[in-house]
């Protein structure tokens, strides 16, 4: 990557590098100041010019956070607002996909290898934007009830709505088209694509929307993002000694909401999360509905989840961050505890409708579609039953490779999207094979088309009303609503 490439922004001259395999790359291109102690609450401001020729080659620091050693974060700090740009070419001009990571909104960064975009951008001719952004109790907590704070809402949400006006004013110097915009993310990045369809402010900043195994109702009441954010302050003098304390310390003290036990969505049936304290909540000027309730516009959707979502956090949660279960052996009151735990007023209905529905499976694998279909799946079919002529939905089934008992777990499909099956992570997901680096090529070629022209390939129908659902896997193929019998469940249950 020794050939200079150079590109003006509206804050000056960039220096990136050509690719080794063909197009270029610019890294960590800062959109907005760093989070110093008196901004880490305050809605991002644009990054000032400077001077003269800043190199853009360097991966760029994480938000600050606790992270899992397993996915490759690596080091964070203050001056994390930055994004990521590979292009086939700086002239031309291209559809352009906007990644947002996730990580529970709690973890992650747009430097993790696994994002790596050189064989996306340069295979499907588009430019690709991946970005960070504020994470934890900083990104999402609600602190409106402490003025001396003077803390903004949502800053986490501001931080990407920045960062989409970044690339509305600069793309085209990078080869892009701004009126041709993806937006697209996984896990907590596709709750928050989810979550800015919703967002008026955001209605002209992307065109598109790509959710993998995200959902559309991942979004607190404020009263309960107010709960989270009070408990936090209960043990410390005053709200001012939050803002003094240094990041360590200030991880160290949003450690223990990851205990809460709380109410997600509008719903009036009352969906339980947990595990993930930090989500978008309502507040009084930008986000005022979920994307399940708003006004949401002609915007067209590809979205989907893999078939056993759940079974990495059953099995395997430290590979996450989480506790170790020491091959935990399942029963009957395990399985029932856990529907108690998650729809707490439904729990005993929805806990016999699965057994009746699945009578043969075991305690773990209905827990696992369970919680699956809880947190990922259910909500993402309502999303696209919203629009159902402008949504394309998928279920990915490719077995993890490094550990077949996880099956079509979370973060399997990432290594098919970006091709980076020969990254440690991708090999641990899908493996080196031909038939994955064929699943890969019928992926990006997908997530391509949908990027260039608004839809999917022609042989992968809308969701419609015969509720079209594209199987990737060895042998991919079409289904024709294969969750009928769970989504029956849920709407009789649940109104969903």
Same mark, same amino acid.
């Given at each position: ?57 360097? *991966? ?96 986490? #949400? ?37 979550? #800015? ?88 000027? #930008? ?208 109104? *969903?």
């Amino acid at each position: 990557m020794s050939q200079v490439i150079r590109v003006e922004t509206a804050a000056g001259t960039l220096q990136g590098e050509a690719c080794q395999q063909g197009g270029v790359r610019f890294l960590a291109i800062p959109y907005a100041e760093a989070l110093t102690a008196q901004r880490r609450l305050r809605a991002p401001l644009s990054r000032r010019p400077w001077a003269g020729i800043r190199p853009a080659v360097s *991966w760029g620091a994480a938000a600050p956070q606790e992270s899992p050693d397993f996915l490759g974060i690596g080091a964070w700090g203050e001056d994390c607002l930055h994004l990521n740009v590979w292009s086939p070419d700086v002239y031309g001009r291209r559809a352009v996909m906007v990644w947002i990571h996730g990580g529970g909104y709690w973890s992650g960064s747009n430097a993790q290898r696994l994002y790596d975009a050189e064989h996306l951008a340069r295979q499907q001719d588009v430019v690709v934007v991946s970005v960070n952004y504020r994470l934890g109790l900083a990104g999402f907590g609600d602190w409106r009830a402490y003025p001396e704070l003077a803390a903004d809402s949502n800053c986490g #949400l501001r931080d990407l709505l920045l960062a989409l006006q970044w690339v509305q004013t600069n793309i085209a110097s990078f080869g892009g088209d701004p009126g041709a915009v993806t937006l697209f993310g996984e896990s907590a990045g596709g709750m928050a694509v989810a979550t #800015l369809l919703a967002v008026p402010a955001a209605k002209d900043l992307f065109h598109r929307a790509i959710v993998q195994s995200g959902s559309a109702d991942h979004v607190y009441r404020a009263e309960v993002a107010q709960r989270v954010s009070a408990e936090l302050l209960t043990a410390l003098a005053s709200p001012q000694v939050l803002q003094q304390a240094s990041w360590s310390e200030w991880l160290r003290l949003q450690r223990s909401s990851l205990r809460c036990l709380l109410p997600r969505g509008l719903e009036a049936v009352q969906i339980m999360q947990y595990g993930m304290p930090a989500l978008p909540y309502i507040d009084d000027d #930008l986000l005022t509905q979920t994307a399940l309730t708003a006004d949401i516009d002609e915007r067209p959707l590809l979205i989907g989840s893999t078939r056993d979502e759940w079974s990495i956090f059953l099995y395997h949660p430290e590979l996450l961050g989480g506790r170790k279960t020491d091959a935990q052996v399942y029963q009957q009151e395990d399985w029932r505890a856990l529907v108690r735990r998650g729809v707490p007023t439904r729990a005993e209905a929805l806990a016999q409708a699965y057994e009746d529905l699945l009578p043969e499976q075991s305690a773990d694998a209905r827990m696992i579609l369970f919680e699956s279909d809880r947190i990922f799946t259910m909500s993402s079919l309502r999303l696209a039953e919203r629009i159902r002529d402008r949504a394309w939905v998928y279920r990915m089934d490719w077995p993890c490779a490094g550990l077949r008992r996880l099956g079509a777990c979370h973060i399997v499909d990432l290594p098919f999207i970006f091709a980076t099956l020969e990254a440690p992570l991708g090999q641990f997901f899908a493996g080196p094979s031909a038939a994955a680096q064929q699943l890969a090529r019928l992926m990006q070629d997908h997530w391509g088309h949908f990027a260039r022209q608004g839809r999917p390939a022609a042989s992968w129908p809308a969701y419609g009303e015969q509720s079209w659902v594209q199987v990737f896997a060895e042998d991919s193929h079409l289904e024709q609503d294969p969750y009928r019998a769970r989504r029956q469940i849920w709407r009789q249950h649940c109104g *969903w």
